[in-house]
Nanobody
Framework: QVQLVESGGGLVQPGGSLRLSCAASTNIFSSYAMGWYRQAPGKQRELVAVITNGDSTNYADSVKGRFTISRDNAKKTGYLQMNSLRPEDTAVYYC????????????WGQGTQVTVSS
């Protein structure tokens, strides 16, 4: 099985930055696509960003230009750099690994709270 441990969440003022980390236990981390999702109170979980095993990236329109997803395969860790944070970014952020091009194998982290407030 694969275990994902997320960290880096917290309270930040609007306009601030945070970097989320997702450490994976799997020895084949590099073969997975990695995504970040978020869920705000009363809302459905939504895709924030995805990076493939070939380092191709996609972003939700709401975060494009502000967030950057990346991965360090040697460290088996994924990242989400969040800049210019807004109150509407407040949510629990979840790391996801899935098999490329499908979700036949899917793993989730426990989530980390990000709160953007003045």
């Amino acid at each position: 099985q694969v275990q994902l441990v997320e960290s880096g969440g917290g309270l930040v003022q609007p306009g601030g930055s945070l970097r989320l980390s997702c450490a994976a236990s799997t020895n084949i981390f590099s073969s997975y696509a990695m995504g970040w999702y978020r869920q705000a109170p009363g809302k459905q979980r939504e895709l924030v960003a995805v990076i493939t095993n070939g380092d191709s990236t996609n972003y939700a329109d709401s975060v494009k230009g502000r967030f950057t997803i990346s991965r360090d395969n040697a460290k088996k860790t994924g990242y989400l750099q969040m800049n210019s944070l807004r109150p509407e970014d407040t949510a629990v952020y979840y790391c996801n690994l899935h098999t490329p091009s499908n979700f036949l194998r899917t793993y989730w982290g426990q989530g980390t709270q990000v709160t953007v407030s003045s």
